[in-house]
């Protein structure tokens, strides 16, 4: 069971937008910063927001995150075919000293 | 260009030992903070370790510690991942990642450069 939580599966259509959530506690994400990667298997992960709200360059601006509390968000606009993968969040746990990742969400684009 | 490049994986018995090897080229490992991640089969991401910026600090997860130990050569630009006392469960393939900790505080963290990755299967 994983530290952050995060819905199993979540689909859209394309060109719809599509939200994820992860939800922490108080030795991670409240006070830390949560970043998200996208994750096709057989490739390398993809870092797509960090910082909460930061996009490295090249991520396109279809891709957003937000923070509020104990749970962080990541929105996906325009949604194309391409899009489908895993997508997980991170954070730092402060209690156990290391990284956790969210189970990982699916996207499917219908 | 920044790349890393993941080996040393393959088919290990229960119980034997393995080094991975993690090639950066594009920047240097010492000036950076390292993790490693693996992903079971069927299972999401998972951090398993991580070396600070300076290579003094190591982390890890409970179910590898005093089993798996990280370390760098900074010569040849390389990290590794030592795995001992290997168990079917550590099975999954294991990637190399590049993390940056902004002003060295790790509530910062974050991973920004990955390699694709390499197989390890422990099984008789």
């Known amino acids: 069971q994983s530290v952050l939580t995060q819905p199993p599966s979540v689909s859209a259509a394309p060109g719809q937008r599509v939200t994820i959530s992860c939800s922490g506690g108080r030795s991670n994400i409240a006070e830390s910063y949560v970043s998200w990667y996208q994750y096709l298997p057989g490739a390398a992960p993809k870092l797509l927001i960090y910082d909460n709200n930061r996009r490295p360059s090249g991520i396109p601006d279809r891709f957003s995150g937000s923070k509020s509390g104990t749970s962080a968000t990541l929105g996906i606009t325009g949604l194309q075919t391409g899009d489908e993968a895993d997508y997980y969040c991170g954070t730092w746990d402060s209690s156990l000293t290391a990284w956790v990742f969210g189970g990982g969400t699916k996207l499917t684009v219908l | 260009e920044v790349v890393l490049v993941e080996s040393g994986g393959g088919l290990v018995q229960p119980g034997g030992s393995l080094r991975l090897s993690c090639a950066a080229s594009?920047?240097?490992?010492?000036?950076?903070?390292m993790a490693w991640v693996r992903q079971a089969p069927g299972k999401g991401l998972e951090w398993i370790s991580g070396?600070?910026?300076?290579?003094?600090?190591?982390y890890y997860i409970e179910s590898v510690k005093g089993r798996f130990t990280i370390s760098r050569d900074s010569s040849r630009n390389t990290l590794f991942l030592r795995l001992s006392s290997l168990r079917s469960d550590d099975t999954a393939v294991y990637f190399c990642a590049r993390a940056t900790i902004p002003f060295g505080d790790y509530s910062y963290y974050y991973m920004d450069v990955w390699g694709k990755g390499t197989t390890l299967i422990v099984s008789s």
């Open positions: 070396m600070s910026e300076s290579g003094y600090n190591t």
């Open positions: 594009g920047f240097a490992l010492s000036r950076y903070a």
